[in-house]
């Protein structure tokens, strides 16, 4: 009968360890998918407005715009891609460095939607 019980434990311990380990696994899913929507909303946000304000030209709506992308990129951006977001804003409008950083901006977002896990520096 001791045996029995030494069985059953067991079983209830193993199930136990199972739907833990199940459990991190969704939620870290969960989390990697999580960050990888928002980088493509916050992405997308930044280059569709920097393309309205390269076809309609300098406004207050497309400067407001810019910034807000800026900024909800630069909270899910991996540090290279932060840097080229700060080199591109800092940037005069047509000037060679401006364009170079659109290139650096437009090669990090690639890998950051390719890798959806946090990158490191």
């Known amino acids: 009968m001791e045996q029995f019980f030494t069985i059953v434990g067991a ?3 193993g199930s136990l360890i199972s739907v833990l380990a199940q459990s991190w696994f969704n939620t870290r899913s969960e989390n990697t998918n999580r960050l990888f929507a928002e980088r493509k909303e916050a992405y997308i946000g930044f280059l569709e407005a920097w393309r ?3 076809i309609e030209g300098v406004t207050d709506a497309n400067r407001y715009q810019i910034g807000h992308w ?7 951006a991996s540090t ?10 800092s940037a005069k409008m047509g000037s060679q460095e401006r364009s170079e950083a659109l290139d650096r901006i437009k090669s990090e977002m690639r890998l950051d939607m390719m890798q959806p896990r946090k990158r490191t520096p």
């Open 70 to 76: 800026h900024l909800r990129s630069q909270l899910v």
């Open 52 to 54: 309205d304000q390269d």
């Open 80 to 89: 290279k891609l932060k840097t080229a977001l700060d080199d591109w804003m």
């Open 11 to 13: 079983l209830g311990v």
